[in-house]
């Protein structure tokens, strides 16, 4: 099982940078795939990226392709994701995820764990 809690939300002017991280606990010492989702008011949460731990790599959606930029930290058991170049569409609350398994799924019901949320406000 895995644990997982964010941080690093905030209010940040467009154009701006902001960097989330998760802090993952339990079994993540490997075939564990993280990644970020976001869901705006009124829409369905949607895929922003995934890293599998153990090899390091990444899957983009094209929306932040570019911006944003995932990674983790082995020693501090931490995934996060950097994000830059925000825009007013970037909105916000961002969770972090995780799924056993090798494949960096696009899909939120292939994550079996979430966290709790930190919202990101990118004002124009």
């Known amino acids: 099982q895995v644990q997982l809690v964010e941080s690093g939300g905030g209010l940040v002017q467009a154009g701006g940078s902001l960097r989330l991280s998760c802090a993952a606990s339990g079994r993540t010492s490997s075939g564990v795939v993280m990644g970020w989702f976001r869901q705006a008011p009124g829409k369905e949460r949607e895929f922003v990226a995934a890293i599998t731990w153990s090899t390091g790599v990444t899957t983009y959606a094209d929306s932040v392709k570019g911006r944003f930029t995932i990674s983790r930290d082995n020693a501090k058991n931490t995934v996060l994701l950097q994000m830059n170049s925000l825009k007013p569409d970037d909105t916000a609350a961002y969770y972090c995820?995780?799924?056993?398994?090798?494949?960096?799924?696009?899909?939120?019901?292939?994550?079996?764990?979430w966290g709790q949320g930190t919202q990101v406000t990118v004002s124009s």
């Open positions: 995820a995780a799924r056993y398994g090798s494949s960096r799924r696009t899909e939120k019901n292939d994550y079996d764990y």
